[in-house]
């Protein structure tokens, strides 16, 4: 807390002026100005009236008979502001707000530990101030639909514990930044009434699985509590597989042709900023960088003609580096104009205003897949990080990892828990919920377990039929991964049982997900019944022939429903996953090597 006192040492002589009445000029941008938050000095709740950096008086009732709107009924109070119906003013606060001031009683000096009016933010200049008191007049949401909220931050100011001063860039206000004064409250996170009933329908009786990739995610659920007896086993197969094609619900989130568009349109906006931020630079700093081949052969041509040679203004070749390689100026030492400073805060307010949409979208997709698959979800423990060393551009369009993330929250939230299986002891994509193992590639986004092969003959999307696998996966310790295992039986007689394919659920998304709208770039959404089907891209040359065994998971451990290798009469046909790796020698074999035992 004393960085406080230390920053404002510096700070606050452009906030009061001095004996002759001026100001310092506005805080200087830099390195050591650059400050994004100033934490306040929290409240003490053993001594009353304790001085504090910044503090909140006034109440939110005194804030409401101030400032009420003209068709409110008289003795309105707060919480009963708080239910009328959305849409309705609740206060009539004027264009600019009047400052008040402290109360004076008795004689003596305004006391703000006696001040009961609208809400303001005091700021006392320390413990030892003696220029007057910094008084910021606060304004709340004038409409109803805010109240809830702001009657359970600043109804009770006895739970109000300190006030932090955070500044952010924001090309749009004056001077490019924003001042906030940000309230702790020692309250729990505020939960509107709607989020709550939702959360309180979340189904208890399904049990959930999840396949993230780069480009979608699956889900699909299965009932726990309605057959129980077919879990026993003291069903008949016809009645597992009524109860599996009405109680199996499936969901595919993707990304939609207007979201793909909109993305394309905000990274063309991001690339032109970026180019324009480098020609800034270096017009700027045209001696810490080389002329480009085509700048070079231009000279050389005016010259051989005898002309004049002519001044580039923006070089296009690489920095000026010495001979390990290292700039001769670092970057950050540069000189940079207004306009790359300009550029550069509207780069970053775009930056942040994408995230944004990206985490509030994420939000509300896991919220509905909560509601629809219930909180108790089950998905592969993989690197999302390694995935963007492969697939950069593809999951920086569908964010699956902000997707996962806010679906962990949600689950959590309500009263479930999203449990990860480690891929080595399950390898979902690579088996059939009969057992039997059935390698693919990549490149093959279709499940067949055939029947000439002595499968089960279950035909439906690879996404699909993992994650309703990992809907049956057991776990002797919930926190472990590695723990967990595919019960085979079960999802055999649930999944299997109604003949070659489970009709819809494991074909196309059976529960579709609505695609919410807020804002102009976001994480994936949509469903896979609403969304046309794009063709993939051309494989590349090392996805061509077998698949490897990092890329098909053949390396997991054998599963105990796993088949025996099949034979052909004395020969016994080798499973990839028993395949031989080929051995590479850095000299030539020995002769008898295919003579060894």
Not at 181 to 196: D, E, G, R, W, Y
Not at 222 to 232: E, G, I, K, L, R
Not at 508 to 524: D, K, L, M, N, Y
Request: aromatic share 4%; net charge positive; with cysteine.
């Amino acid at each position: 807390m004393h960085l406080a006192d230390e920053v404002w040492a510096g700070v606050e002589r452009h906030l009061f002026p001095d004996a002759s009445g001026r100001r310092h000029g506005l805080p200087r941008v830099g390195s050591w100005w650059e400050f994004t938050r100033i934490p306040g000095r929290a409240r003490s709740h053993t001594m009353a009236r304790k001085w504090e950096t910044f503090r909140l008086h006034g109440t939110l009732a005194g804030h409401l008979a101030a400032h009420a709107a003209p068709d409110l009924p008289e003795g309105l109070t707060p919480r009963g502001a708080a239910g009328l119906p959305p849409g309705t003013s609740v206060l009539a606060q004027p264009r600019v707000m009047p400052v008040p001031a402290a109360p004076r009683t008795r004689g003596r000096k305004g006391v703000w530990w006696e001040y009961g009016g609208p809400l303001a933010l005091v700021f006392a200049g320390g413990p030892d101030g003696v220029r007057g008191d910094l008084v910021v007049p606060v304004r709340l949401p004038q409409g109803a639909g805010q109240w809830p909220h702001l009657v359970h931050a600043l109804d009770d100011p006895q739970a109000w514990h300190k006030v932090d001063l955070v500044r952010r860039r924001d090309p749009a206000a004056p001077g490019g930044w924003v001042y906030e004064a940000h309230l702790m409250v020692l309250k729990p996170a505020f939960v509107p009434a709607s989020t709550a009933a939702r959360r309180a329908k979340v189904p208890s009786g399904r049990r959930g699985g999840v396949d993230g990739n780069v480009s979608n995610l699956a889900i699909v659920s299965v009932p726990t509590n309605v057959p129980a007896a077919v879990f026993a086993g003291l069903e008949t197969p016809a009645g597992a597989a009524e109860v599996a094609s009405s109680g199996v619900a499936s969901s595919v989130v993707t990304l939609s042709a207007d979201e793909r568009a909109r993305i394309a349109r905000r990274e063309r906006k991001r690339r032109g900023r970026q180019r324009a931020l480098e020609r800034s630079r270096r017009a700027s700093n045209t001696a810490q960088y080389r002329l480009s081949r085509r700048q070079r052969q231009r000279q050389r041509r005016r010259q051989a003609a005898g002309l004049a040679a002519k001044q580039v203004q923006v070089p296009g070749g690489p920095r000026v580096t010495r001979a390990d390689g290292k700039p001769v100026r670092s970057p950050r030492r540069d000189e940079v104009s207004k306009t790359y400073r300009r550029i550069r805060a509207r780069h970053a307010a775009a930056s942040w205003r994408a995230a944004q949409s990206r985490a509030t979208k994420a939000r509300q997709i896991a919220a509905q897949i909560v509601a629809v698959h219930g909180a108790d979800l089950v998905i592969e423990d993989c690197r999302i990080t390694a995935w963007f060393r492969l697939w950069g551009r593809a999951c920086a369009r569908f964010t699956p990892g902000t997707l996962i993330t806010a679906l962990d929250h949600q689950c959590r939230a309500a009263g479930g828990r999203l449990l990860r299986a480690s891929t080595r002891t399950t390898a979902l994509s690579q088996h059939c919920p009969c057992g039997r193992r059935v390698p693919k590639p990549l490149g093959v986004r279709t499940h067949h377990c055939r029947i000439e092969d002595g499968g089960c003959g279950l035909t439906g999307d690879r996404d699909l039929v993992a994650a309703a696998l990992a809907a049956f996966i057991r776990f002797d310790d919930c926190d472990d991964p590695s723990t967990a295992r595919v019960d085979y039986q079960t999802s055999r007689r649930v999944l299997c049982s109604g003949g070659p394919g489970l009709p819809g659920a494991l074909t196309e998304s059976t529960a579709p997900i609505p695609t919410p709208h807020t804002g102009s770039s976001g994480a994936g959404t949509g469903s896979a019944a609403a969304t046309p089907h794009t063709p993939r891209r051309k494989t590349r040359r090392r996805d061509r022939g077998a698949a490897s065994a990092r890329r098909t998971r053949t390396s997991t451990v054998p599963t105990p429903d796993e088949p025996p290798p099949p034979t052909t009469g004395r020969a016994v046909v080798t499973p990839d996953r028993h395949r031989p790796r080929t051995r590479l020698f850095n000299k030539p074999p020995p002769q008898d090597l295919l003579n060894r035992p």
